[in-house]
C-alpha cells in the first residue's frame, strides 16, 4: 500500500469518526432536551401545587380572621360573672379543703387544679386583710 492510500484511509477514518461524534452529539442533545422539557413539565406541576397550597392557606388565613371578629364580638359580652361565680366557688372550695388539713396534692387532684393553682389560691387569701366585721 502506498503512502496516498494510507493518508487517504487516515482521511476517511478521521472523517467517519467527526461523523460518528457529531451523532453522538446530536443524540446527547436530544436526551438533554428531553431531560430539559421534563424539568420544566416538573416545575410547571411544583408551582401549580404550590398555587394550590398558598390559595388553601389564604383560605384558613380568612377563616382564622372572621373567626378572631367573632371572637372579639363575643368578648363584648363578657360572662364575667359566671366566671367569677365558678373562680370564687373553686376558690372557696381550695379554702375549705386546706381548712380540713388536706395536703396541697390531695387537693389539686380533688378539683382538677395543678398544685401551683393550689399555692396561688392559698396565697392571696394570705395576703387579702381579714373582713372587717
Known amino acids: 500500500m502506498t503512502y496516498e492510500q494510507m493518508l487517504t484511509i487516515c482521511t476517511l477514518l478521521l472523517a467517519v469518526s467527526a461523523l460518528l461524534l457529531s451523532g453522538v452529539l446530536v443524540i446527547a442533545r436530544r436526551r438533554n432536551a428531553a431531560r430539559d422539557d421534563q424539568l420544566k413539565e416538573l416545575a410547571r406541576q411544583i408551582d401549580r401545587r404550590l398555587e394550590a397550597r398558598m390559595s388553601q392557606l389564604q383560605d384558613l388565613v380568612d377563616q382564622a380572621r372572621v373567626q378572631v371578629r367573632e371572637l372579639k364580638k363575643l368578648d363584648s359580652f ?56
Request: no cysteine; net charge negative.
Open 78 to 133: 363578657s360572662a364575667t360573672p359566671v366566671e367569677s361565680g365558678v373562680v370564687q366557688t373553686q376558690e372557696q372550695e381550695v379554702l375549705r379543703l386546706y381548712s380540713m388539713d388536706m395536703s396541697l396534692i390531695e387537693i389539686a387532684r380533688r378539683l382538677g387544679l395543678s398544685v401551683g393553682e393550689v399555692e396561688l389560691t392559698l396565697n392571696l387569701h394570705k395576703s387579702q386583710p381579714a373582713p372587717q366585721a
